[in-house]
């Protein structure tokens, strides 16, 4: 006789809930290469970035005394739990986005989308079953980071409940950037659209506003006690700095008096559950056909000039979009109030400077890897790939070509940012200080490059833009700041040979050395850059299929 | 003006395309027919330097497609089975990109483009998006595309798929309008009847083996249909094969359709259909008929049986997939 099931009402519950799409999704996720390849190059970055930061706190430092690691165990364990938590809080909420962005339009492309709302699944499943399967993989690595918190703990400078609470923030975090880029996803048919709007979205949620808001509690507009409470709470980067240990620097205006971080969670839950809500709304009308159009349908046809390849990625570049005039326009406002006021120098508001330019690169390299990498990876899932390469246009044309639609492509942004970044550095920075900024310069040129020659690489080693862009992105994150950038582990290690015995840490040797390793690290860079480049043209007739 | 000698390709332990020979003359249409997985679209690939083969040779216009592959590329017009598109171009400027990467002057493109939308019948469609196509549209956008840089050979992997029937028969009408043009056309399709009405010489493929290749004639005795009639009497048809059989030119006959009674509607009279078969070298309808006539029997029609391409596809191959 068959042993009857038991019966669990949780069990049926959540199974009601969820439907078969979850089940299928699930278990796909996991059977997924890119998923493996993904957890392995996250935990190469964290063993890398755990490395960097003890050689930068320890090796640097002991001089070859044993005791002195041990007597600072406790602060370089703050040091790398800092370290751990961002990054996680960062890489979550990136996979969650990334993987999320062309959930709708693969579903759209593979013609699958369309008959599964032929059957009894309902959308709430359909946005159910993506959104479990993507933040699977976040939760996975957040997983992934959990015994290493452990670790430090024992090492001590860490408390559990900052262990704890954290974790909750980047899970909520993750879980609303994913619903975000789930419910775009409906929106744009690519993930580079979707993704971009997403960066949009969070840049203005999380960076615009609360800038808006400290200038208005500034100028006495607004209450500033409450609008620091109420920023803490809607504010996941803010409520991780109230909560976890600050290695970085600077601190944000200190959290409020009113902060509690299961009620931000319990908040960034409720905004992710009302996001999805309107992800279920759009399913049916994007599966019709309700997608975003680029203009191109409006405007007149184009004649091609000059490279193919490049024309074809944006035919009308040549002129340029709102958005891009938008951005110049905001880039020079920012850098006429850092020249001409000097009033943010040394502000509590300085902190979202620091926020918005390092948000509004890593959106660059994002879009970069996109283009780059999800240039050729789309053309693959397209089958348009194969029809490109039986042309007798060259590999050099090819790749030269995608370079260059990539860069005119993000030109605006690229260079807008670099400039108000040059501004902000001259301002912040003291007359002797001032070679830094041209090795600035060579830091961003050479991770553009070096990004490009990943990108292209990867774009044609892989078959899937989301692969693609995640291992460019990965190597990109490796490579330049974890070999070659200026605060790898290598770099570490190589400073503190060089420089053992120094005492003063601000002599013209002491600078002139970082100054040459920082230049010889980025032309490193470069070089890596180009190497991958290289192997991209002799690959690219390899992986077609 | 396409050869290829002893061509394999290997995927790991699979074989994908076995010791493959076959010749294609110009101006010929070739079908190249086989089931899901036999090696068409593989040896089409290697054809078009999509794809290097492990051993063997293929060549297009004398030129081995594994060392001048950029000069083959300039000689082909590939159409792959599933073809993408530029989803943010226009018809025109989808043309005009690939006739830029053919390497035709700007002052020429215009004219160009014009010239292949026209002979396609999409003139009217120039101005719409690329993805706004119908699927038949498509197809037709993925012929333009062939033709831009005006090829000697076009390899087009099942062009006919997934078009109504009026789309087939313009699209057969094409083919049939390049092959006076003197373009040489390999074709792959399922749809066996296409074929049947264009091609000049098929080929039949099954697990990376060449299983047939010839012309249609040539196809019938290994069929064994040849010297065989369809012979159809008034009546049951005893009389007429008590005649037929006898006769010495006459190997068998045998019975393969009645129509016992009249359904008392419009339409073919009761009969019986036999099937004769001739000896090697004596078939005569002439003789029938007039075997039949003298002997009183009612003729109702005589017509010597067809090859179905279909059939030849059916016997020749077992559907075995690697």
């Given at each position: 006789m068959q042993a009857m099931p038991t019966f669990s009402p949780l069990h049926y519950g959540l199974r009601r809930l969820l439907g078969a799409l979850s089940d299928k999704e699930l278990r796909s996720a996991s059977r997924r290469r890119r998923s493996y390849a993904l957890r392995s190059g996250y935990i190469v970055l964290l063993c890398a970035l755990m490395l960097a930061t003890w050689y930068r706190f320890i090796g640097l430092q002991n001089a070859g005394v044993a005791a002195f690691g041990v007597s600072r165990a406790s602060v370089v364990s703050l040091q790398v739990a800092g370290q751990v938590i961002m990054f996680q809080f960062v890489a979550a909420q990136l996979i969650a986005a990334l993987m999320l962005s062309s959930s709708m339009g693969d579903e759209l492309h593979r013609g699958t989308l369309g008959v599964l709302l032929t059957t009894p699944i309902t959308s709430l499943h359909i946005v159910l079953g993506k959104l479990l399967s993507g933040?699977?993989?976040?939760?996975?690595?957040?997983?992934?980071?959990?015994?290493?918190?452990?670790?430090?703990?024992?090492?001590?400078?860490?408390?559990?409940?900052?262990?704890?609470?954290?974790?909750?923030?980047?899970?909520?975090?993750?879980?609303?950037?994913?619903?975000?880029?789930?419910?775009?996803?409906?929106y744009y048919r690519h993930s580079f659209s979707a993704l971009s709007a997403g960066a949009a979205v969070y840049l203005a949620l999380f960076i615009g506003l609360p800038f808006a808001a400290s200038c208005l509690a500034a100028a006495g507009v607004l209450n500033q006690a409450a609008t620091s409470a109420f920023l803490d709470l809607l504010n996941p980067f803010r409520s991780l700095h109230a909560v976890a240990p600050q290695p970085w620097r600077p601190r944000p205006p200190a959290a409020g008096a009113f902060f509690s971080w299961p009620v931000h969670c319990l908040i960034m839950a409720g905004a992710a559950v009302a996001v999805s809500g309107a992800a279920v709304g759009r399913i049916r009308r994007a599966a019709a056909g309700g997608w975003l159009r680029p203009a191109g349908g409006f405007r007149p046809v184009e004649r091609l000039h000059g490279s193919p390849v490049a024309w074809k990625e944006d035919p009308a570049g040549h002129v340029w979009r709102k958005g891009e005039i938008a951005i110049a326009v905001l880039a020079l406002a920012t850098c006429v109030l850092l020249v001409a006021t000097k009033r943010f120098r040394n502000s509590p508001l300085m902190v979202y400077h620091y926020y918005g330019l390092g948000s509004l690169w890593l959106m660059a390299y994002l879009r970069l890897a996109l283009a780059t990498a999800?240039?050729?990876?789309?053309?693959?899932?397209?089958?348009?790939?194969?029809?490109?390469?039986?042309?007798?246009?060259?590999?050099?044309?090819?790749?030269?070509?995608?370079a260059k639609a990539a860069w005119r492509r993000e030109a605006v942004l690229l260079l807008s940012l670099l400039t108000v970044e040059m501004c902000f550095l001259l301002e912040a920075t003291d007359a002797q200080d001032r070679l830094m900024v041209v090795v600035y310069v060579l830091f961003r040129l050479a991770a553009v490059c070096l990004l490009t020659g990943t990108g292209l690489y990867f774009g044609v080693r892989l078959r899937t833009t989301t692969l693609a862009v995640a291992a460019t992105l990965l190597t990109f994150l490796f490579v330049n700041y974890f070999i070659v950038g200026q605060h790898s582990a290598l770099s570490a290690w190589i400073f503190g040979k060089l420089l053992a015995g120094y005492i003063n840490w601000s002599s013209p040797t002491v600078q002139l050395v970082s100054l040459v390793w920082m230049a010889a690290a980025y032309l490193l860079d470069l070089a890596v850059g180009l190497v991958l480049w290289r192997r991209a043209r002799r690959n690219l007739r390899a992986y077609i299929f | 003006m396409i050869e290829i000698q002893k061509l394999t390709k290997t995927f790991g332990s699979l074989t994908a395309v076995s010791n493959l020979d076959l010749s294609i003359g110009a101006g010929d249409i070739f079908g190249f027919i086989g089931p899901n997985g036999a090696g068409k679209t593989t040896t089409m690939r290697i054809l078009v330097t999509l794809m290097e083969p492990t051993s063997g040779a293929a060549l297009i216009d004398g030129l081995d497609v594994t060392k001048k592959g950029k000069d083959v590329r300039r000689r082909v017009g590939y159409m792959p089975d599933f073809m993408g598109v530029y989803d943010d171009l226009k018809v025109f400027e989808y043309l005009e990109f690939f006739a830029a990467a053919?390497?035709?002057?700007?002052?020429?493109?215009?004219?160009?483009?014009?010239?292949?939308?026209?002979?396609?019948?999409?003139?009217?469609?120039?101005?719409?998006?690329?993805?706004?196509?119908?699927?038949?549209?498509?197809?037709?956008?993925?012929?333009?595309?062939?033709?831009?840089?005006?090829?000697?050979?076009?390899?087009?992997?099942?062009?006919?798929?997934?078009?109504?029937?009026?789309?087939?028969?313009?699209?057969?009408?094409?083919?049939?309008?390049l092959k006076r043009m003197g373009k040489t056309i390999m074709i792959s399709s399922h749809i066996l009847s296409e074929l049947e009405e264009i091609c000049d010489r098929i080929g039949i493929i099954e697990r990376g083996q060449l299983v047939f290749s010839g012309t249609l004639e040539e196809?019938?005795?290994?069929?064994?249909?040849?010297?065989?009639?369809?012979?159809?009497?008034?009546?049951?048809?005893?009389?007429?094969?008590?005649?037929?059989?006898?006769?010495?030119?006459?190997?068998?006959?045998?019975?393969?359709g009645a129509q016992a009674?009249?359904?008392?509607?419009?339409?073919?009279?009761?009969?019986?259909?036999?099937?004769?078969?001739?000896?090697?070298?004596?078939?005569?309808?002439g003789l029938i008929a007039r075997t039949l006539v003298q002997g009183g029997v009612d003729l109702v029609c005589l017509q010597p049986e067809q090859?179905?391409?279909?059939?030849?596809?059916?016997?020749?191959?077992?559907g075995i997939v690697h």
């Open positions: 933040l699977l993989q976040s939760v996975l690595l957040l997983a992934i980071s959990l015994p290493v918190l452990a670790i430090l703990r024992v090492l001590g400078g860490l408390a559990w409940n900052e262990v704890f609470a954290t974790f909750w923030i980047t899970l909520t975090a993750a879980l609303f950037a994913g619903s975000v880029s789930l419910l775009l996803s409906t999800g240039g050729i990876a789309r053309e693959k899932e397209s089958g348009a790939w194969q029809v490109l390469l039986t042309t007798p246009l060259g590999e050099r044309q090819i790749l030269w070509g995608k | 053919f390497g035709i002057e700007f002052r020429k493109r215009k004219s160009i483009v014009d010239g292949v939308l026209e002979l396609t019948d999409l003139v009217s469609k120039q101005d719409a998006l690329v993805d706004s196509l119908s699927r038949g549209m498509q197809q037709r956008l993925g012929l333009a595309r062939v033709l831009i840089h005006d090829p000697k050979v076009l390899i087009l992997d099942e062009p006919a798929s997934g078009l109504d029937p009026r789309a087939r028969i313009e699209m057969r009408e094409l083919l049939r309008e196809i019938r005795p290994r069929l064994g249909i040849q010297g065989k009639v369809r012979v159809k009497v008034l009546g049951e048809g005893l009389r007429a094969m008590e005649l037929l059989s006898v006769l010495p030119q006459i190997q068998s006959v045998e019975v393969i009674a009249p359904s008392g509607l419009a339409g073919e009279a009761p009969g019986t259909t036999l099937l004769v078969t001739f000896k090697e070298g004596q078939l005569s309808d090859l179905k391409l279909d059939d030849a596809f059916l016997q020749l191959t077992q």
